[in-house]
C-alpha cells in the first residue's frame, strides 16, 4: 500500500489546524472521505438527482440503476447470498434497532435469554435492555476478562438452552477487541439462538464474510468506512427477515393499500419505507469501489502493522495506562495518569491532532474499567507511523504542561 498516495486521496487531510498540519485519529467516529466517494455524491445531485423505483423517466431510472447497483456492491462486499437480504438505513443504531423490535418483541418470552457482552456499545445495549422490558425476557452477559477479551469457555456457561438471541460487536470500539464471532454464531446455533453482530468497527477494517461467519444479522454503518453519514445496512439471513414486520410504514414499502389493510413489498424493500437515502447509497457503494482497489487484507495487516507500533511507542510514556488486549484493531485507549481525558484532547487538538475523549458510548465498560472517562486514538488506512510519532510527542508535552501547572 501506498499510504502517501491514499492520503492525497482524502482532500481533508490537506489542511492545518492551530498552525499545524492535521492529525485526524477519530476514525472509530467517523472516517474521513475519499474524492471518489466526494465526486459520487456530487454527481448524483447534479446529474441524475430523483427519487428512485417510482418513475419511469430518465433520471428515475438512472437514479434507481445506482442506487441497487449499490446495494449489490454491499452484498459482494459482505458475501451475501442474495441483494435482498442487504437493507438500507441510517446506519448501525438503525439496523440493531430494527432486529430488536421486529424480531426480539416477536419472538421473546418471559423466561427467554438474551446474552450481550459488557464491551458493547449503546445501541448494542439500550435496544436489548428495551426488548427484555417488553418481554419478560432475562439479559445476561458474557464475563469479560482482565485485558477486555472474552472466552469461548465463558460463551458457553452463558448461552443455554432458553437463549434466543446473542448481540456481539465485531470489534470493541473502546478496548480494540476482535472479538471470535464466528465461534460464537456456532455456540449460538447449538443452543437454538440467533446471533446479531454489530458491525460498526468490523465492516471498515475486516474482511468480512457473513456466510462463513453464519451470523444471522450484521449491521454496520457507511459513515465509519469512508461513505457518507447517514446511511446503513442491515444485513439478514432471508428466511428471518422474511418473516419479519416491517418497522416503519408508508410510501415505498407497500405493495397494495386500500382503506382498512396494506400488504408489503418483498424483501429488501419492505423494509424501507419512505424515500430512502439515495445519495449516502451511492456514496457507500463508492466508497466500497475505492476500500476493494486497495483490498481489506492489506487495510487489515497494515492496521495491524500501525496498532503495534502505536502501543510500542505509547508503551514509552511514563505514566499512561492503555486499555485493552495486546493484540487489537487499530486503535488505542488511554489515560494519563493525573490528566482528565478532555484536557488531553485539548491540549493535542492545540497540536493539530484530532482524538476522541469521554465513555465512547460504553458507560458499563467505563464502570468496567473503573474510570468515567478515557481518551482514544483510532487509526484507518490513511494514518501512518508519522502520525502515531506525532501522537506521543503530543502526549509528551500534555504530560509537561501539565505536570508544570501541577
Partial sequence: MDIN??????????????????????SSATAQK?????????????????????G?????SRATDKYEGAREKVRRFIHAESSAEIIFNRGTTTGINTVATSYARHHLTAGDEIVITPMEHHSNIIPWQQAAKATNATLKYIPLQSDGTITLEDVRKTVTKNTKIVAITHVSNVLGTVNPVK?????????????LVDGAQGAPHIKVDVKDMDCDFYAFSGHKM??????????????????????????????????????????????????????????????IDFLNEIGMDKVANYEHELADYAIERMNTIDDIEIYGPEKRAALVTFNLKGVHPHDTATVLDAEGI?????????????????????????????NTKEDVDILVDGLLKTKEFFGNVF
Fill in 5 to 26: 498516495a491514499i492520503k492525497e486521496q482524502f482532500p481533508v487531510l490537506n489542511q492545518e489546524i492551530n498552525g499545524h498540519p492535521l492529525v485526524y485519529l477519530d
Fill in 56 to 60: 419511469v423517466h430518465t433520471l428515475g
Fill in 226 to 287: 469512508c461513505g457518507p453519514t447517514g446511511i446503513g445496512v442491515l444485513y439478514g439471513k432471508r428466511e428471518l427477515l422474511e418473516s419479519m414486520e416491517p418497522v416503519e410504514f408508508g410510501g415505498e414499502m407497500i405493495d397494495f393499500v386500500n382503506l382498512y389493510d396494506s400488504t408489503w413489498k418483498e424483501l429488501p424493500w419492505k423494509f424501507e419505507g419512505g424515500t430512502p437515502v439515495i445519495a449516502g447509497a451511492i456514496g457507500l457503494g463508492a466508497a
Fill in 183 to 195: 465461534e460464537v454464531a456456532k455456540i449460538a446455533h447449538e443452543n437454538g439462538a440467533i446471533i
Fill in 34 to 54: 475519499p474524492l471518489s466517494v466526494i465526486e459520487a455524491v456530487n454527481d448524483y445531485y447534479r446529474q441524475d438527482n430523483s427519487n428512485v423505483h417510482r
Fill in 354 to 382: 484530532a482524538v476522541r475523549a469521554g465513555h465512547h458510548c460504553a458507560q458499563p465498560l467505563m464502570k468496567w474499567l473503573d474510570v468515567t472517562a478515557t481518551a482514544r486514538a483510532s487509526f484507518y488506512l490513511y
